[in-house]
């Protein structure tokens, strides 16, 4: 499907140095537009991300929810102190996309639009806390390099940005769930990473 107005996602990053970098690829996102190619090694052919049979190209999710249930998923290998270098935020993508189901999407081209200062853990969400050192000063070098606004993910909620930047209903009432407890892996309200009708 090749899409010219941005779709909104949500996404995971790695914060290092200033730096996002992809939360699985070992890539790092540019300021502005970052046009996605193949990064497996030795294909005979080569194609334009995101490809078909291939994983290449700009994830995004729907929900806030499935990144984090995402991010349960691949922690393993990665050093306890790592985690507060996790940033949820979210993602315009347009282009050509590849739909996976209610889950998300593959984009051929992206660029972040908000990031959030919450610290990402195993299922959660919590606002930042002195535990992480330097998580402020990198997401600082992080806003000063990319242009990218860095905020709480209540203050989104809160004063409307997210409705704003477009994201549909649902993901904004799964964002404010969150925001309304620490700790648990899905708040009440969310059954299996969807927002409970009601």
Excluded: K
Aim: net charge positive; glycine share 14%; aromatic share 8%.
């Amino acid at each position: 499907m090749r899409r010219v107005e941005p779709v909104i996602g949500w996404r995971l990053w790695w914060a290092r140095g200033g730096v996002l970098r992809s939360w699985v690829a070992d890539a790092a996102w540019q300021p502005g537009t970052n046009v996605a190619c193949c990064l497996i090694q030795g294909r005979v052919r080569l194609h334009q991300a995101p490809g078909r049979g291939c994983h290449c190209g700009f994830w995004a999710t729907r929900r806030p929810s499935t990144c984090l249930r995402l991010a349960d998923e691949t922690w393993d290998g990665h050093p306890p102190l790592s985690r507060g270098r996790g940033v949820l935020g979210l993602v315009a993508a347009w282009g050509t996309l590849a739909v996976h189901g209610s889950e998300g999407f593959r984009a051929a081209r992206a660029r972040p639009l908000l990031l959030f200062d919450d610290v990402v853990g195993l299922g959660t969400l919590r606002p930042m806390r002195r535990l992480y050192r330097g998580r402020a000063a990198t997401l600082r070098r992080v806003r000063e390099r990319s242009g990218v606004p860095v905020v709480s993910l209540a203050a989104a909620v809160r004063h409307g940005v997210l409705a704003e930047l477009g994201v549909d209903g649902d993901a904004i009432e799964e964002a404010w769930l969150l925001t309304r407890r620490e700790g648990p892996r899905y708040p009440a309200g969310l059954q299996g990473g969807e927002p409970a009708r009601r």
